[in-house]
């Protein structure tokens, strides 16, 4: 029986207690709860009720609701303000609806690169042994697809052989078994003021403690690390050196070796996301390198190749090996073999790198686009698929914000979505160049967005709300 008697403060969504009857519980509520957001009944920005509230009117597990709210917010469908709750999201994700211009999503040009992938989709197929990937063999990988992360990793300056790789559902199926495999419950995580929004969550379904880091222009402040380690027992890192995301911030070489210095020093794991259009540079080198023996590498750039495609790369320490692929094995048993293969054909056949040099491209033309209309907007790397806009004064007014903007015609992610430390000023936009289907609607969102700025600046200088 639900402890709480909710006549006087009613929750602000329920679902049909009749609709769980059908299947688990926690699917039964995801499906009440993304037909609800589709349907309109839920409208962006509602906020839903706090999870231990809704177990309780359901009389359900606080678990099984956890995991309903992971599903939607997996989809796109719902986002956690760390301190507010959980909102339901301006548009669901890739869905930018009518009018409405999607600078929220970060789809890294899907039409770039399509033809190569079906065409390596169609070599996979017509291969006579394309019948042997419909079997749970080669769990860690196929011998081709091993081989192919191989010479991928070797790409980004991860120099590895078979027995310290494998292949993952994606990044996300990565950083999901790097979390499980290489933390426990109640660890402390050292990330960025503003981290990628699916570690957010991920991390909390591993019932980890983030901890935020002081950053600046360049990326995360080795000084503030360390005093960080020095009051705080941590236990790992979560860094994206390239293109952070959602502040586009890039490491500098000297950086991260200072960042390496103070990680080694506090004998820290390091989880790298690495995902960036740019190809290296010869000079460049990535957290691994300088730490091959506390370092899980994903290959995130694989996801900006075609991010239908479940399969990456992840490179981890010898010693490290059992727990990774243990985790692998656990929560998916393996990556998707068909994806695995065709995106191993797509890196051996060369597909790979014109794919990200075509995307590069048209990312710089984007980036033009924006430097010309925010002239004064923090700089990026000019490959960079989303840019971020200061939107001072606005911290905690996320889903408000992303209301009115989308009212212009723009969908847009504020920073509430991606803040660790509850009412960070440091407020800003995410603004993705890569999803909008042209450069000339991309200039006019741009434009939009322009006005609204105006208007959240002038709203608040004059102290009024933004209702």
């Known amino acids: 029986m639900p402890v709480n008697s909710f006549d006087d403060h009613p929750l602000s969504w329920t679902p049909d207690r009749g609709a769980l009857a059908a299947g688990p519980a926690y699917l039964a509520i995801a499906a009440a709860l993304e037909g609800d957001i589709r349907s309109g009944r839920l409208a962006p920005g509602a906020r839903i009720p706090p999870q231990r509230e809704l177990a309780d009117f359901l009389d359900l597990d606080f678990t099984t609701v956890t995991r309903a709210y992971g599903v939607c917010r997996e989809k796109g469908l719902v986002y956690g303000v760390t301190g507010r709750g959980t909102f339901v999201s301006s548009a669901p994700a890739g869905e930018g609806g009518g009018d409405v211009a999607d600078c929220g999503v970060v789809q890294a040009f899907p039409e770039v690169g399509a033809d190569e992938v079906l065409a390596s989709a169609r070599d996979v197929v017509a291969r006579a042994s394309s019948a042997g990937l419909f079997s749970y063999g080669g769990r ?41 495999s290489l933390f426990r419950v109640g660890d402390a995580v050292a990330v960025d003021e503003f981290t990628y929004g699916n570690f957010l969550s991920l991390a909390r379904l591993a019932h980890l403690r983030l901890v935020p880091v002081e950053s600046d222009g360049a ?26 995301n959602p502040t586009a911030f890039t490491l500098s070489e000297r950086r991260k070796d200072a960042l390496a210095v103070v990680i080694r020093r506090n004998d820290l794991l390091l989880v790298e996301d690495d995902a960036s259009l740019a190809l290296p540079k010869r000079r460049e080198k990535t957290m691994f390198a300088r730490l091959p023996e506390r370092t899980a590498y994903i290959s995130g750039t694989t996801r900006y190749i075609a991010g239908g495609l479940r399969a990456t790369f992840m490179a981890y320490p010898e010693g490290l090996a059992g727990a990774v692929l243990g985790a692998l094995h656990h929560l998916t048993i393996k990556a998707g073999a068909l994806d695995a293969e065709i995106l191993a054909d797509v890196v051996l056949s060369g597909r790979a790198e014109r794919i990200l040099r075509a995307k590069a491209e048209k990312a710089r033309a984007a980036n033009s686009v924006f430097d010309e209309t925010f002239p004064s907007a923090p700089r990026a ?38 803040s660790v430390r509850p009412g960070n000023q440091k407020a800003f936009l995410r603004v993705s160049l890569s999803s909008v289907p042209s450069l000339s609607r991309l200039r006019r969102a741009l434009e939009a967005l322009v006005g609204a700025k105006t208007f959240f600046a002038g709203a608040l200088d004059r102290g009024r709300k933004l209702r």
Do not use: N
């Open 140 to 180: 860690d990988g196929s011998p081709l697809s091993r081989s192919a992360g191989v010479a991928w990793l070797r790409r980004t300056g991860v120099d590895v052989g078979p027995s310290q790789m494998a292949v993952f559902p994606g990044a996300q199926g990565a950083m999901s078994a790097a979390l499980l």
């Open 219 to 244: 990326g995360m402040v080795p000084a503030a690390l360390a005093e960080t380690a020095s009051k705080t027992r941590l236990r790992g890192v979560f860094l994206m050196p390239h293109c952070a």
């Open 381 to 418: 790397d000019p490959t960079s698929p989303f840019r971020m806009l200061p939107l001072p004064g606005t911290a905690g007014r996320g889903p408000e914000i992303e209301r009115r903007i989308r009212e212009a015609g723009v969908a847009v992610f504020h920073s509430d979505r991606f």
